[in-house]
T-cell receptor
Framework: DSGVTQTPKHLITATGQRVTLRCSPR?????VYWYQQSLDQGLQFLIQ???????AKGNILERFSAQQFPDLHSELNLSSLELGDSALYFC??????????FGQGTRLTVV | DAKTTQPTSMDCAEGRAANLPCNHS???????VYWYRQIHSQGPQYIIH???NNETNEMASLIITEDRKSSTLILPHATLRDTAVYYC???????????????FGQGTILTVHP
């Protein structure tokens, strides 16, 4: 158990819909990272927040957005979903320079 | 972040040492070498990291060459549960612009067989 909690574990939704993925970081970790893993793309970095502020951005689509709340949990919002958005979405937390710990992921299926 | 090169796949017999190589010839002085693994769609698991010196923990050993252009992850006694994709990642230390972002490549698929 990494100490990072992601909910829900599985999500099935239709094209065009909007979903929210939630991540609770390890106690004391200020950084939250979001990754997407699809079969043909590997693990792709989406975005990082540090203590509530966006710190780094990767290959995140404009239809996707994230935020980190004062209690340090984070949400990843995916809208206007397409079939190609089906993937595993991982959240990781850390304290900047140390190792990052990953949650078990949310498996999103868009039908 | 520096790019890494790893073999696509490797095999190892159970109980033997698994030696996973990684090339990072463009590594900078302030970049660490990290190793993670991912077991069948689970979240990636941190294994070990180092800057210059060799490192050892309860999971593995990390050997970094003197010029820091390559490294080897050693699992001393591989078990079937070590079958996974192993990722070698070079990551900027504190204060760098990437500020902790991990960039994953394709990794090495390690298969441990009986």
């Amino acid at each position: 158990d990494s100490g990072v909690t992601q909910t829900p574990k599985h999500l099935i939704t239709a094209t065009g819909q909007r979903v929210t993925l939630r991540c609770s970081p390890r106690s004391g970790d200020l950084s939250v990272y979001w990754y997407q893993q699809s079969l043909d793309q590997g693990l792709q970095f989406l975005i990082q927040y540090y203590n509530g502020e966006e710190r780094a951005k990767g290959n995140i689509l404009e239809r996707f957005s994230a935020q980190q709340f004062p209690d340090l949990h984070s949400e990843l919002n995916l809208s206007s979903l397409e079939l190609g958005d089906s993937a595993l979405y991982f959240c990781a937390s850390g304290t900047g320079d140390t190792e990052a710990f990953f949650g078990q992921g949310t498996r999103l299926t868009v039908v | 972040d520096a790019k890494t090169t790893q073999p696509t796949s490797m095999d190892c017999a159970e109980g033997r040492a698994a030696n996973l190589p990684c090339n990072h010839s463009t590594i900078s002085g302030n970049e660490y070498v990290y190793w993670y693994r991912q077991i069948h769609s689970q979240g990636p698991q941190y294994i070990i990291h180092g800057l210059k010196n060799n490192e050892t923990n309860e999971m593995a050993s990390l050997i970094i060459t003197e010029d820091r252009k390559s490294s080897t992850l050693i699992l001393p006694h591989a078990t079937l549960r070590d079958t996974a994709v192993y990722y070698c990642i070079v990551r900027v230390a504190l204060g760098g612009t990437s500020y902790g972002k991990l960039t994953f490549g394709q990794g090495t698929i390690l298969t441990v067989h009986p």
